[in-house]
C-alpha cells in the first residue's frame, strides 16, 4: 500500500507561482511512476505532468514552459512548480503512483487562479 498526502495549493492571482508538495510513503518501491493530474469543474481528470523512476518527464501541452515535475528522492516527494498560472489551470490537482497493483490518489489539493 502506498499513501500520498498533497500540499500547496491556494489562491493565486494569474501569472502567479505556487509549488505543490506530494510526500509518498509505504511500499514506495513499488511505484513505477509519479503524476499530477488535475480535474476541473464538469471537465475530466487529465494527467499535467509525469515523472518515472528513471527521471523522464511529460507534459501536457498546456502546461509545456510553465509547470516542472521534479522529485527528492530522499525525502520521497514529488513537486510541481507551476509559474505563470492562468485562470484555466484552476482545478483540483491529484498526485498519483503507477504500481504494478494498480494506481494510487491522494487526496487532491485546490489551484483556483484569479484573473
Known amino acids: 500500500q502506498v499513501q500520498l498526502v498533497e500540499s500547496g495549493g491556494g489562491l493565486v492571482q494569474a501569472g502567479g507561482s505556487l509549488r505543490l508538495s506530494c510526500v509518498a510513503s509505504?511500499?514506495?518501491?513499488?511505484?513505477?511512476?509519479m503524476g499530477w493530474y488535475r480535474q476541473a469543474p464538469g471537465k475530466q481528470r487529465e494527467l499535467v505532468a509525469l515523472?518515472?523512476?528513471?527521471?523522464?518527464?511529460t507534459y501536457v501541452d498546456s502546461v509545456k514552459g510553465r509547470f516542472t515535475i521534479s522529485r527528492d528522492s530522499a525525502k520521497n516527494t514529488v513537486y510541481l512548480r507551476m509559474n505563470d498560472l492562468k485562470p484555466w489551470d484552476t482545478a483540483v490537482y491529484y498526485c498519483?503512483?503507477?504500481?504494478?497493483?494498480?494506481?494510487?490518489w491522494g487526496q487532491g489539493t485546490q489551484v483556483t487562479v484569479s484573473s
Open positions: 498519483n503512483a503507477d504500481r504494478p497493483l494498480g494506481p494510487q
Open positions: 509505504g511500499s514506495i518501491l513499488s511505484i513505477n511512476a
Open positions: 515523472i518515472t523512476r528513471h527521471g523522464s518527464t
